[in-house]
């Protein structure tokens, strides 16, 4: 009877030991599992943040060229109009009409018009409307201010002032949205701070 008990024993802890060993092994697995999903998720939240940083990145860069490309082609048609008002004011004092350069005028609108969309598609609201503004007013300033015979030179220093003073609140509106501090002075383009179409500077 002794020895019966013994073995049911011995039996009974056999199988609790091997029950336990089991219960830890699928414990270790288990564990091991879910430190292996978590470390396979936090790897997949890392790559998606990437790969965010680079779309933002990217996102970023071409707004940056889209702006940059607009920007050049206003002020390569201001170069244009302001060699028009040196005409135009040339005309005044010489009692003259000089017939201006319209196939450059007509290049030099056609390259910001093309550059436009693209600022449309990717720029918030604001910069839409000012980049649209933009390439109205200096259509407007030719039609307004350059084709009358004889031109207005008080309409045309105010119609430029207001040209100049948009361009600058473009330009300092993009550098915002680029995360760029805007300009404290103007860098010689066109801007609030140009010199209007009465100075001399710019009709050398």
């Known amino acids: 009877m002794s020895t019966t008990a013994s073995l049911l024993s011995l039996?009974?802890?056999?199988?609790?030991?091997?029950?336990a060993g089991l219960?830890?092994?699928?414990?270790?697995?288990?564990?091991?599992?879910?430190r292996e999903d978590v470390r396979w998720q936090r790897e997949r939240d890392d790559r998606r943040d990437q790969w965010?940083?680079?779309?933002?990145?990217?996102?970023?860069q071409d707004?940056?060229?889209?702006?940059?490309?607009?920007?050049a082609a206003l002020y390569e048609w201001d170069r244009v109009?302001?060699?028009?008002?040196?005409?135009?004011?040339?005309?005044?004092?010489?009692?003259r009409r000089t017939e201006l350069d319209t196939a450059e005028r007509t290049q030099v609108s056609k390259a910001a018009r093309e550059a436009l969309p693209l600022v449309?598609?990717?720029a918030p609201q604001t910069i839409r409307s000012r980049a649209r503004q933009a390439v109205t007013d200096r259509e407007a300033f030719w039609i307004i201010h350059l084709t009358p015979d004889p031109p207005d030179r008080v309409g045309m220093d105010a119609g430029w002032r207001r040209l100049t003073e948009r361009t600058s609140l473009l330009r300092d509106t993009m550098r915002n949205d680029l995360g760029l501090e805007s300009e404290g002075e103007d860098t010689g383009q066109?801007?609030?701070?140009?010199?209007?179409?009465?100075?001399?500077s710019p009709v050398r």
Do not use: C, H, I, K
Request: proline share 4%; aromatic share 6%.
């Open 11 to 19: 039996s009974l802890g056999l199988v609790a030991g091997l029950g």
């Open 23 to 34: 219960g830890a092994a699928v414990w270790t697995q288990r564990e091991t599992r879910r």
């Open 52 to 60: 965010r940083r680079e779309d933002e990145l990217r996102w970023l």
């Open 63 to 71: 707004r940056q060229q889209a702006y940059a490309r607009l920007m």
């Open 81 to 95: 109009l302001l060699s028009a008002v040196a005409s135009r004011q040339n005309d005044l004092a010489l009692n």
């Open 120 to 122: 449309q598609f990717m």
């Open 190 to 200: 066109s801007g609030a701070d140009d010199p209007g179409p009465s100075d001399p």
